[in-house]
């Protein structure tokens, strides 16, 4: 726990923060221009079973402080699930990054991506263009993370064009619209929006196997893509 006059709470903006000691760090989830990151299994002992061990997480920050990325757990009923693990800080006369987790073990495109949203957030040339400037070259849909979730999942979108009538709605396996996410004209860009498992009217949708459909339209393309999904109670 960190109070006011303490290096981590002045300047990383953390007020309380813990650590998982057993192998379950899965992946960062992304948020914003921060790409989400994959663990590469070359890199990780055995023992871990393929995930990451001793990695923190914040259970408080302070206001204003921007979460980059979130901890994605291979036990999705933890408590650590989806808590901050990653987040910046902007305190006017200075600017700091955060992340909790090494970067050795991550996925190489995955990890220099990450850097690159980071230098761009301080304020540093890179060799190339930072993730938060990069303009997509395509429609894309990303997959849900986590999947399968309880509780919430996170759904990016890419949209290489201003303007775009852009629609991201939730199916049941019947074909019945379940939620609309997304309606309405978005600007270029990488997107994220989240699902909480609710139905358009706020209730609770029973478990299962859910397909989420992004369909956009410009003046003279019309895009659709539709992913899996499943939902746990």
Known sequence: VFGAGEFLHDYFGVEQIDR?????????????????LSLEASRLRPI????????????ALRSGTTVDYRFG???????????PCGWHRDNGTSRTVLWTFPLF?????????ALAAAMAFLGEPTTGSPIGDRIPGRFSLGRGRPNPFRGETRIGFSIPDDGAQVRLTIHDVAGRRVRSLVPGEWIRGQHVVTWDGRNDEGRPTAA??????????????TVDRTRKIVLLR
């Open 20 to 36: 998982v000691a057993p192998a379950f760090w899965t992946e960062g989830v992304g948020e914003g221009p921060f790409p989400s």
């Open 48 to 59: 871990w079973n393929g995930n990451m061990i001793r990695v923190e997480y914040a259970t």
């Open 73 to 83: 757990s291979a036990d999705p009923d933890s408590a650590y699930h989806l808590e």
């Open 105 to 113: 073990h991550l996925n190489n495109a995955d990890a220099t991506q």
């Open 208 to 221: 299962g196997i859910y397909f989420y459909r992004l369909r956009a339209e410009t003046s003279n393309r």
